[in-house]
């Protein structure tokens, strides 16, 4: 079992920046890969970014590559997303997730959510 609580979203202009957080408990944390997901009204949540357990490797969606880093701390059980140059279309609802199975970019294959933290980026 993982439990996440995300942090950190709020109200940014054009080319800020934010940086979310993602506590973990529950144990399995330095057993899942880690990742991030938004969703925006009217859309399907769609993948963002993902780290794996080692923090070895990660990966990005292409609208957010360059801009936005994933990293986790295993010793504190978070996960943090530093996201860079923020643009209005990255206003969305950003999800925590874990998934002892790996990474994958369909959400519905994640085990485990947070409760979402408000991104909102004005033009």
């Known amino acids: 079992q993982v439990q996440l609580v995300e942090s950190g979203g709020g109200l940014v202009q054009a080319g800020g920046s934010l940086r979310l957080s993602c506590a973990a408990s529950?144990?399995?944390?330095?057993?899942?890969?880690m990742g991030w997901f938004r969703q925006a009204p009217g859309k399907e949540r769609a993948f963002v970014a993902a780290?794996?357990?080692?923090?070895?490797?990660?990966y990005y969606t292409g609208s957010v590559k360059g801009r936005f880093t994933i990293s986790r701390d295993n010793a504190k059980s978070a996960v943090y997303l530093q996201m860079n140059s923020l643009k209005p279309e990255d206003t969305a609802v950003y999800y925590c997730?874990?998934?002892?199975?790996?990474?994958?970019?369909?959400?519905?294959?994640?085990?485990?959510w947070g409760q979402g933290t408000q991104v909102t980026v004005s033009s």
């Open positions: 997730a874990a998934n002892p199975g790996g990474i994958v970019e369909n959400s519905r294959l994640w085990n485990y």
């Open positions: 529950g144990g399995a944390f330095s057993r899942s890969a």
């Open positions: 780290i794996t357990k080692s923090g070895g490797n990660t």
